[in-house]
């Protein structure tokens, strides 16, 4: 690790992320700067917001990024997210080799840095290693688990209320900085009680995850639904203005209720009330003022018959 006190500031600048923001993103062309993180934390992602992403690593105050590409004259090979907000400071590439030559300590720490990163990218191939790499497998796969099942409603197998929360900030972000609008929509199901008085709670499992894989199937790429309690769902949907919110949920609304759940040899149907608003940050009291806008739109759904979609007006 850098020590961030000993450098000397002739040669870098201080730049500042919020939490969420993208400071690199992979495959992008080379913009000839390095970057030292003074304060927070960044992650390290490869394939990110595709299918099998996985962050790599989590860097902190004194680590480095964006030096591998500097000095390789490449396109960017990972995706750097602010986990926190972060401040960092930033070297040019015209100075970096002039800044590695003047500060001998800082170089020793990044030449340290850089080995330990490779040292631990790199499978061993020693017979010593093996034995650990089993190990770091075995603790990797447990943590994969518990993380799924910490994000994970088991009943549905949806996302829960927490990752949702946890999530929704950094996707937001995202879809300001590609100049989409986004939503809140929250889905309750109609009468949702009656079907379990009468069908039994087994009913309304099956019921549930019904809705779950109906929406699930409906949702596009990049939208998030979760389950958010009960009968109660959530989603974020981000469309560009061209789209028509209404519309997108408006089909969601209608599949539901051809839904036909078959238990029991008994056919059961239900129908669902949607919420929605408009989110205009990952700000904290964004979120909150959204969902509960969104929520005051479904009580007014619930209000006018059911079966119904309301959008909060700004």
Avoid at 40 to 59: D, I
Avoid at 162 to 174: C, G, K, W
Avoid at 263 to 292: M, Q, R, W
Wanted: hydrophobic content about 40%.
């Amino acid at each position: 690790m850098i020590n961030i006190e000993l450098l000397s500031e002739t040669w870098m600048a201080h730049e500042f992320f919020s939490k969420g923001h993208i400071i690199i993103r992979e495959g992008e062309k080379l913009d000839d700067k390095m970057y030292i993180i003074k304060e927070g934390s960044v992650g390290v992602y490869k394939n990110f917001r595709r299918q099998g992403e996985f962050c790599v690593a989590l860097l902190n105050h004194g680590d480095t990024f964006g030096e591998m590409e500097l000095f390789m004259d490449i396109n960017r090979i990972a995706t750097i997210v602010a986990e926190s907000d972060v401040t960092v400071l930033v070297i040019e590439r015209d100075n970096a080799l002039e800044f590695f030559r003047n500060e001998p300590e800082a170089t020793h720490a990044f030449i340290k840095s850089l080995c330990f990163r490779f040292a631990n990218s790199t499978k061993a191939t020693a017979k010593s290693n093996v034995k650990y790499e089993k190990n770091v497998s075995v603790l990797n796969d447990q943590k994969a688990m518990l993380e799924h099942s910490a994000n994970t409603d088991a009943l549905t197998g949806l996302f829960n209320r927490r990752f949702f929360m946890s999530s929704i900030a950094l996707l937001v972000n995202n879809a300001i900085r590609e100049e989409k609008i986004s939503y809140i929509v929250l889905l309750d199901l109609d009468h949702f009680k009656k079907v379990n008085d009468t069908h039994g709670h087994q009913a309304g499992d099956e019921v549930l995850k019904s809705f779950a894989a109906l929406v699930s199937n409906s949702v596009r790429t990049g939208d998030l639904f979760a389950r958010y309690g009960g009968e109660e769902f959530i989603m974020l949907v981000s469309c560009n203005e061209k789209e028509d919110i209404a519309i997108l949920i408006e089909r969601i609304r209608e599949k539901v209720m051809e839904m036909k759940v078959e238990f029991s040899g008994k056919s059961i149907s239900v129908t669902t009330s949607i919420g929605v608003s408009v989110l205009k940050s990952g700000l904290d009291n964004e979120i909150e003022k959204a969902i509960s806008q969104a929520d005051k739109a479904l009580y007014s759904a619930k209000n006018k018959g059911r079966n119904k979609i309301v959008i909060h007006k700004m």
